[in-house]
């Protein structure tokens, strides 16, 4: 059953349907009656509806403009609807839109249908969804055949959507939410593909009430194009790209990346260096920024919460070159480094609020990594902002780009910390009795300071060893501070001769 309007059209390529206020209804005892909507030269490519068109979960509409780029229109206007009547059992069974790179189809009315599919013949087909989009609780949106683009003008809401693994990008405008549980290929979990882009401030939410579904699952992307914050909750496989040095994503309590930060540029545009803000604890299991152009940070913002972590699995935490932060707030919290497999780059400088607060925790690494701190650590001044704890468990760690104020250094077995040519202040060290090194190594002056009030090991538990590195150029020096005291089984040079 079902009917094709395919006509000779009135009024300029215009085909109205329904002269009253009277809602075609398909009442089909299976709910699969069928409309097609065909675009067409010679024929109509707009099609008014006065009412809606579907109902009581019956009827599947197709607008096709695969021939001729058309617009289904709520004769009521945009914010009237033109598909179904609301977003419970007043929707239509399904919508489908057919389209053809350079035939756009626009739909200028609310849309309530059950199950949703967008097509295209071909690559660059586009959808503009002038008003509100809205499959309900249990709605599906498939994108099928080739990759297109569609655009939302209002808050919507795709349900379980499927990209089919085809290049398939959602726009959504300034201040407004996406709602859905997005999959990049429901057929084949190892396949990534899609991307949901921003202009500005926005919130991808999900769909499901369970909140052990994922928000995307497998897309390529989620990208802040311009100057706002997007909100992001729930689980997360996706990389998050960042458009512009106002760029921000917002990340919720509980929140899962599954992915990498600012690696791959944006569709149309560039990487630029936007920031990341937490209201409570997080994960992003991947690398953040890169040294390439403007791929780096601005900054990372924890929550202002003692209990609350940022859980960071990446290898390469690139902020950038000017200005680049990750700030403690008052409260302090927890930045976790998990990454058990590679050495570690933190390219930040790490802002401290409130003395002895916050904890960078890398006590699950090994010895066989290295992990180096590109910057400075809190402040030393006549009012001190010490991190609260510093855990390097067994690696390598490199302090050698800045200044470091730490209150408490714990240094696993055979954990070591290399100092280089800055001024540090470590108001204790917390280690197992000959066990933990601390390396000088000044890479520039050839000079190492430790303000008044360091404590490197303890009488009780002595470090295992005090080395002098030869650096290039001369001795090693290690100027000292009122009140600095150095416990440790051996001090040692790298060559004779070496250090002052």
Same mark, same amino acid.
């Given at each position: 059953?079902?009917?094709?309007?395919?006509?000779?059209?009135?009024?300029?390529?215009?085909?109205?349907?329904?002269?009253?206020?009277?809602?075609?209804?398909?009442?089909?005892?299976?709910?699969?009656?069928?409309?097609?909507?065909?675009?067409?030269?010679?024929?109509?490519?707009?099609?008014?509806?006065?009412?809606?068109?579907?109902?009581?979960?019956?009827?599947?509409?197709?607008?096709?403009?695969?021939?001729?780029?058309?617009?289904?229109?709520?004769?009521?206007?945009?914010?009237?609807?033109?598909?179904?009547?609301?977003?419970?059992?007043?929707?239509?069974?399904?919508?489908?839109?057919?389209?053809?790179?350079?035939?756009?189809?626009?739909?200028?009315?609310?849309?309530?249908?059950?199950?949703?599919?967008?097509?295209?013949?071909?690559?660059?087909?586009?959808?503009?969804?002038?008003?509100?989009?809205?499959?309900?609780?249990?709605?599906?949106?498939?994108?099928?055949?080739?990759?297109?683009?569609?655009?939302?003008?209002? $808050?919507?809401?795709?349900? =379980?959507?499927?990209? *089919? /693994?085809? +290049?398939?990008? &959602? !726009?959504?405008?300034?201040?407004? @939410? #996406?709602?859905? $549980?997005?999959?990049?290929? =429901?057929?084949?979990? *190892? /396949?990534? +593909?899609?991307? &949901? !882009?921003?202009?500005?401030?926005? @919130? #991808?939410?999900?769909?499901?009430?369970?909140?052990?579904?994922?928000?995307? /699952?497998?897309?390529?992307? &989620?990208?802040?194009?311009?100057?706002?914050?997007?909100?992001?909750?729930?689980?997360?496989?996706?990389?998050?790209?960042?458009?512009?040095?106002?760029?921000?994503?917002?990340?919720?309590?509980?929140?899962?990346?599954?992915?990498?930060?600012?690696?791959?540029?944006?569709?149309?545009?560039?990487?630029?260096?936007?920031?990341?803000?937490?209201?409570?604890?997080?994960?992003?299991?991947?690398?953040?920024?890169?040294?390439?152009?403007?791929?780096?940070?601005?900054?990372?913002?924890?929550?202002?919460?003692?209990?609350?972590?940022?859980?960071?699995?990446?290898?390469?935490?690139?902020?950038?070159?000017?200005?680049?932060?990750?700030?403690?707030?008052?409260?302090?919290?927890?930045?976790?480094?998990?990454?058990?497999?590679?050495?570690?780059?933190?390219?930040?400088?790490?802002?401290?609020?409130?003395?002895?607060?916050?904890?960078?925790?890398?006590?699950?690494?090994?010895?066989?990594?290295?992990?180096?701190?590109?910057?400075?650590?809190?402040?030393?001044?006549?009012?001190?902002?010490?991190?609260?704890?510093?855990?390097?468990?067994?690696?390598?760690?490199?302090?050698?780009?800045?200044?470091?104020?730490?209150?408490?250094?714990?240094?696993?077995?055979?954990?070591?910390?290399?100092?280089?040519?800055?001024?540090?202040?470590?108001?204790?060290?917390?280690?197992?009795?000959?066990?933990?090194?601390?390396?000088?190594?000044?890479?520039?002056?050839?000079?190492?300071?430790?303000?008044?009030?360091?404590?490197?090991?303890?009488?009780?538990?002595?470090?295992?060893?005090?080395?002098?590195?030869?650096?290039?150029?001369?001795?090693?020096?290690?100027?000292?501070?009122?009140?600095?005291?150095?416990?440790?089984?051996?001090?040692?040079?790298?060559?004779?001769?070496?250090?002052?």
């Amino acid at each position: 059953q079902g009917f094709i309007f395919n006509t000779d059209a009135i009024n300029g390529n215009v085909l109205n349907l329904q002269a009253a206020n009277v809602t075609i209804n398909f009442n089909g005892t299976d709910g699969t009656g069928r409309l097609v909507l065909l675009s067409k030269n010679g024929a109509a490519t707009d099609f008014n509806v006065t009412g809606s068109l579907g109902g009581n979960l019956k009827g599947i509409i197709e607008f096709n403009t695969t021939a001729v780029a058309g617009q289904l229109i709520a004769n009521a206007g945009p914010a009237s609807a033109v598909i179904g009547t609301n977003n419970g059992a007043g929707r239509a069974a399904g919508f489908v839109v057919s389209v053809a790179n350079g035939n756009a189809a626009t739909v200028a009315g609310q849309v309530y249908a059950k199950d949703m599919v967008i097509q295209s013949t071909n690559a660059g087909g586009q959808v503009n969804f002038d008003h509100i989009v809205d499959v309900g609780t249990d709605g599906t949106t498939a994108f099928k055949t080739a990759a297109s683009k569609v655009a939302i003008t209002q $808050n919507s809401n795709f349900g =379980a959507t499927d990209f *089919g /693994n085809l +290049a398939v990008q &959602i !726009t959504v405008p300034n201040t407004k @939410t #996406l709602t859905g $549980n997005f999959t990049g290929d =429901a057929s084949n979990n *190892g /396949n990534t +593909a899609g991307v &949901i !882009t921003f202009a500005a401030n926005g @919130t #991808l939410a999900s769909g499901n009430a369970d909140a052990n579904v994922a928000v995307t /699952n497998n897309i390529k992307a &989620i990208e802040a194009a311009g100057v706002g914050v997007v909100q992001l909750s729930g689980t997360h496989t996706a990389e998050l790209r960042l458009g512009n040095a106002g760029s921000v994503f917002k990340l919720a309590d509980g929140t899962v990346i599954n992915g990498k930060v600012n690696q791959t540029a944006l569709i149309g545009g560039a990487l630029a260096g936007g920031a990341i803000q937490l209201d409570g604890s997080a994960t992003i299991t991947g690398d953040i920024g890169n040294g390439g152009g403007n791929a780096a940070l601005q900054g990372i913002t924890l929550a202002n919460d003692a209990s609350k972590t940022l859980t960071l699995g990446g290898a390469n935490i690139i902020g950038a070159n000017a200005g680049r932060m990750i700030d403690f707030q008052a409260n302090g919290g927890t930045i976790k480094l998990t990454s058990t497999q590679n050495n570690i780059l933190v390219d930040f400088d790490l802002a401290i609020t409130t003395d002895k607060t916050g904890v960078v925790d890398a006590s699950s690494l090994t010895n066989a990594q290295t992990l180096t701190i590109k910057g400075n650590i809190g402040i030393i001044a006549a009012n001190n902002k010490t991190l609260g704890q510093f855990n390097i468990g067994s690696s390598k760690t490199v302090l050698n780009a800045g200044d470091v104020a730490i209150n408490e250094l714990v240094i696993g077995n055979n954990g070591s910390v290399q100092f280089a040519h800055n001024t540090y202040l470590i108001t204790k060290t917390t280690n197992a009795a000959g066990q933990g090194k601390i390396i000088f190594n000044p890479i520039v002056n050839n000079n190492t300071t430790l303000a008044a009030g360091t404590n490197l090991g303890s009488a009780t538990n002595p470090l295992a060893e005090i080395n002098f590195e030869a650096p290039a150029g001369g001795a090693t020096t290690l100027n000292v501070g009122k009140g600095v005291n150095l416990y440790a089984t051996n001090i040692t040079t790298a060559t004779p001769n070496v250090g002052t």
